[in-house]
């Protein structure tokens, strides 16, 4: 092991710790009571920013941390491991990615040190439309340019955070499809400033969902964003939203190898207390087992996020080992959480344990932001070049 490289470990096992020590003062029973109200975790996000971990990723001279995506990777995982949802705060993490590689000097400037600062929430990211899913490049919202702004119409579907943050990237159609050559072309990505745009063009509707992810659908009547806002080139927005998804999927895999780790040591934590027929139930082979191969598979997708993470703050490309992390971790986390309902018996109903909560939360992962079957598409046909698809 290089000097280097030991030197690295041991400062993200320092950051592990300083994370797991912020989470314990926050506790479940913080998390369940927010599920129950369907409340933000507001003081637990400002004192994660305050600390620097939501914004490790932006580098220093913008105000952040100027850490890569293995040290922000282990901060999401501690998070979730404390038995908190992470998805309260995630997106701050890696929306900012797009305005670091695509925003002009003077946008890097205006944002980022106020993000870092905690003046500024940017976590929402808006691509989702309810009449087209995973299609994106399909999606219907436009935005016309009129003199000094661009005018936004359309819909979006399931944009999570949007009441607690102040600014979101949003994805809009300006050249209509049948004008460009690729699908791809033709989008361009904006920063709305919500303060401004809510009630003013842009409507907010809660999604009453089955996890506390602060979903909303949005209704875009003639919203005026002013031209400074667009984010790159105009036409050119997908490759801005593209940009960032490895980033964000290497985060949200860890949150999975998180609550992975999370479910694995309440099941073995509750197997060694609970006696049924005068022993604990992990005595019991059928109980061992399947929390065992939980442990096997969750530590094995924590090598892959461990090499896509690796592999990214190398510069190196990384979109073959960042989709698999993100599929093999939430769905090693989703097995881990239907074991330890198992393991718990009756009690993993009881919200005092914790258990049903974050196996909702956990289930997530395998449809957001990408579903399993999307990543098995990139990898059958971009990293096995078998026959596309669509
Ligand atoms: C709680 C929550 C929070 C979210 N937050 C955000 C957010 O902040 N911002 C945002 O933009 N979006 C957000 N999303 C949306 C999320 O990214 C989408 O739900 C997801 O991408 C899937 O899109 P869809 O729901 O339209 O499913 P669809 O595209 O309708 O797909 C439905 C199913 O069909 C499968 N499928 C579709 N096409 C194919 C194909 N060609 N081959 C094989 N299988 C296929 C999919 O894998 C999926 O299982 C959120 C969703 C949820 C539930």
Known sequence: MSVESAARDAQISEIRGSVKA????????????????????TQFVRELTEAGFLTALIPEAY?????????????????????????????????????????SETQKRL????????????????VTEPTTGTDTTNLKTTATRVGDNYIINGQKVWISRVEHSDLMLLLARTTSRDQVARKTEGLSAFIVDLRDAVGHGLDVRPINAMINHHACELFFTDLKVPAENLLGEEGRGFRVILDGMNA????IASECVGDGR????K?????????VFGRPIGQNQGVQ????????????????????????????????????????????????????MQTHGGFAF????????????????????ISTNLILSFVAEHVLGLPRSF
């Open 63 to 103: 105000g952040g941390a100027g850490l890569g995506v293995l040290e922000a990777a282990v901060i999401m995982e501690e998070i979730s491991r404390s038995g908190a949802h992470a998805g309260a705060c995630h997106a701050q993490m890696y929306v900012m990615g797009s305005i670091l590689r695509h925003g």
């Open 267 to 275: 099941s073995v934590a509750y197997a060694n207390e609970r006696i």
């Open 22 to 41: 912020l989470c314990a003062r926050y506790g479940e029973q913080y998390w369940l009571e927010l599920d129950a109200t369907r409340g933000y975790p």
């Open 289 to 340: 087992f399947p929390i065992a191969r939980c442990h096997a598979e969750i530590e094995a997708a924590a090598l892959m996020v461990d090499k896509a993470a690796r592999l990214f703050d190398a510069g190196l490309d990384c979109g073959a080992e960042a989709n698999m992390a993100k599929m093999l971790a939430s769905e090693a986390s989703w097995r881990a959480g239907d074991v330890a």
């Open 248 to 251: 964000e999927r290497i985060l």
């Open 350 to 369: 009881a919200r005092e344990y914790h258990i049903e909560r974050k196996f909702r939360e956990t289930r997530l992962y395998q449809i957001a932001p």
């Open 111 to 126: 944002y980022l040190p106020k993000i870092a600062a905690g003046e500024l929430r940017l976590q929402s990211f808006g």
């Open 262 to 265: 999370y479910f694995t040591d």
